[in-house]
């Protein structure tokens, strides 16, 4: 069966309305335009999100549901806690942002990566600009762990997470969403549900819900210090 898609034109910054996206498969909405910083802050400010791999043209996607973390509420598991007292990892905010972005590609196996070379420029192009921002899991003075995503508004729309020790992304989370929460953050966007983020206690949203929370959401404002480079959890062990 024929697929009927909207082409974005590179000259025209515009995007249809994510009611229009496709039910199967689920989501996609358009193809094509570019990934410039003006494009790609109006995708995420209408809960739309670029995602294609190397040969193909850029796809843009805004699937139901919508995988999401409330900060607030969010309780790291028993056996967490237990491993974070143990081995005492260290997180910081903006510290090695580019870092980050490319770890989020290069520790994946050549069929999982989606963060193609274009994709990468794009985001670091962001974090320069004060909108795409990361957390760093550091253990024995070198990263291990982290994520990154674009911050609209009270929203964090999360787009990767990488992990070279053992829940070192599990421990990103963790901490962020009691900084972010702390700084007036009200939900964090993870896109699609998988079993790694459903084990973290992530929960789905229709698409109306999820689109009426970021529309109210992207209008408020986080608390002006939320992501100045700064450690959010250190260890009583030498500083990294």
């Known amino acids: 069966m024929a697929i009927y898609l909207t082409e974005l034109d590179s000259n025209k910054l515009w995007f249809p309305s994510p009611y229009e996206a496709l039910q199967d498969p689920n989501g996609l909405l358009a193809y094509g335009g570019d990934l410039s910083t003006d494009r790609l802050l109006l995708a ?7 995602w294609y791999s190397e040969d193909d043209p850029i796809l843009w996607w805004s699937p ?18 237990k491993f974070q007292r143990k081995y005492q990892y260290q997180v910081s905010i903006n510290m090695a942002t580019e ?8 520790t994946r196996s050549a069929d999982e990566t989606w963060l193609t070379h274009e994709m990468r420029l794009a985001y670091k192009t962001l974090a320069k600009l004060g909108h795409c921002h990361s957390v760093e899991v550091w253990h024995n003075g070198m990263i291990v762990g982290g994520l990154y995503g674009v911050s609209i508004g009270q929203i964090f729309c999360g787009e990767s997470m990488f992990s070279l020790k053992t829940n070192a992304s599990k421990i990103a989370l963790w901490y962020f969403c009691e900084h972010f929460s702390s700084m007036r953050g009200k939900l964090i ?23 009426q929370s970021l529309l109210s959401l992207k209008q408020e404002k986080l608390v002006a210090s939320s992501f100045k480079p700064q450690w ?3 260890s009583s062990k030498e500083n990294p």
């Open 99 to 106: 870092t980050v972005i490319d770890q989020c590609a290069f």
């Open 232 to 234: 959010i959890k250190l």
């Open 44 to 50: 995420y400010q209408n809960g739309i999100f670029p």
């Open 64 to 81: 139901t549901p919508r995988a999401v973390f409330y900060p607030k509420t969010f309780k790291p598991s028993k056996s967490l806690k």
């Open 189 to 211: 966007d993870c896109q699609v549900m998988n079993k790694h983020l459903k084990s973290l206690g992530a929960l789905e949203l229709e698409r109306e819900e999820f689109i």
